[in-house]
């Protein structure tokens, strides 16, 4: 039988086939993925075969032999262990990353750096500018300034107010036949969009993202989530970014899709675009052509600035 990981506590895994049917699943023997050292070999969003355990028929349980290959996934490090990776989710259609501009702010840095790990991580990202409904003439200027730069750029950005409904509608489309997940700090409003979005749905990402505390170790769970339509919902406690990814400094400028673009512009093909002569992704700075926000954005990230985004973006 094949089915999806809607959850995992450790040692089972709740699966649910196409049928609808759910089954508590457990792994026999050692599963190894391929490149991944991982604390957890399955992870909530995995598509995996399993058979059903036909020695208890009143509560039929099942053993997971195969993990169907995964689009994507997300990955934290584990506190403990050095170079072993806690896998949380895989198979992610898209994220929402909210976005506020004073209550509380979200900067372009963080927004570029969120957009960074989400493109290393194949996942298609929609900005959604929440509280629409406080701001006033300036603040709104600058959304709308904000919404262009990424626009241009390819990125889909929306308007919304969660509290009075304003393009909430127009989410609930777009996550029609997929498995969203939404990110951004915390009281941007994602528990309160999303129980717009489905009333009654208690995500955690709430009520955990008030306890973190550093050096605490506090496993992560994600759990998945069917909707009342068609759709299916990744929660994540207290994740408002996307975890570490490991990036040399060569490839950082492939995830800024408008920077990639130009790259072969450069004279020089292993242009980092900082000191160099002749280099296309300046130039493009210089013109307008690129935000002067991105470009600092991406000068911080090479510099490594800001060292926190590698390894705290659990909060
Ligand atoms: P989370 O931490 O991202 O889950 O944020 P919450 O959903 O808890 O929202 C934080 C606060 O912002 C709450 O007081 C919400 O009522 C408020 N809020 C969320 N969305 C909106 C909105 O679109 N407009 C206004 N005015 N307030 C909002
Ligand atoms: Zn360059």
Redesign the pocket.
Known sequence: MTGLVYKSTGSWYTVKTELGTTYPCRIKGKFRLQGIKSTNPIAVGDIVDFDLDTDNNENPTGVIKYIHDRKNYIVRKSVNLSKQTHVIASNIDQVFL?ITID?PPTSTSFIDRFLVTAEAYSIKTVLLF?????YDKETLDEVRYLAHIYREIGYECIG?????GKNVDKVKAMMDDKVSMFA??????????V?AIEPNLD?K??AI?TQHSQGQHTTTFAEMFDLSFNAKIIDTPGIKGFGIVDMEKEEISDYFPEFFELKQNCKFNNCLHIEEPKCAIKDAVEKGVIAESRYRSYVSIIEGEDEHYRTDNYN
């Open positions: 909210l209550n929440n509280k629409v409904d406080t919304v107010s969660a509290t009075t951004g700090h915390s009281g941007v409003g994602k528990s309160t969009l129980n995500l990402t709430k993202s």
